[in-house]
């Protein structure tokens, strides 16, 4: 299983998903039931066929690696914001998010989640602490930045979230320059 996974890995790594499930699978089939990489084959494998576009594989191998691993931040992040992102099971997602954030206190990738699930239930007071948190954590990046803008829109902040959609724009153009 070890080539496999490592393999696999490399493929998932270079963005070759089709690949990267394939020997996914391989691995999953020549590995211990209850070897500790059993959940992270899982969880990799699902975040391939969700860049796939599979979303049905996908949700079911999150599922199968959370079954496994109950206390994996990054898999109860990446589901429940999956969840989120379709507007689907949001009460469950955010319960998710808020185990996650307990888990991994100070993670700006999960508190943008948190605050992300609180903004698709319209709870955009609770949203915004969130995403400023977020924001502040991890200022550089852009999806947080226009979550963040998003929720300070919603409650009629709306110089605040010209100003940050603005420097949105800024930040890409300085990557696209560097």
Do not use: C
Not at 37 to 66: C, P
Not at 142 to 169: C, E, F, G, S, T
């Amino acid at each position: 299983y070890e080539h496999y996974y490592e393999l696999a890995n490399f493929y998932k790594e270079n963005e070759y998903f089709k690949e990267s499930v394939k020997y996914y699978s391989q691995a999953l089939d020549k590995i211990n039931k209850n070897h500790s990489l059993v959940s992270k084959i899982y969880d990799r494998r699902g975040t391939s066929y969700e860049r796939l576009g599979e979303w049905e594989n996908a949700e079911k191998d999150l599922v199968k690696s959370l079954e496994i691993s109950p206390d994996d931040a990054h898999v109860l992040n990446y589901l429940a914001y999956s969840w989120i992102d379709q507007g689907v099971n949001l009460d469950k997602g955010l319960e998710m998010l808020k185990k996650a954030n307990e888990i991994r206190k100070g993670d700006g990738y999960i508190i943008d989640s948190l605050g992300w699930a609180y903004y698709a239930k319209k709870n955009y007071a609770e949203a915004e602490k969130f995403l400023q948190k977020a924001v502040e954590l991890l200022p550089a990046d852009p999806v947080i930045n226009d979550h963040y803008a998003d929720a300070l829109w919603m409650l009629d902040k709306n110089i605040q979230a010209r100003y940050i959609w603005k420097n949105i724009l800024e930040l890409e153009q300085a990557e696209e320059n560097s």
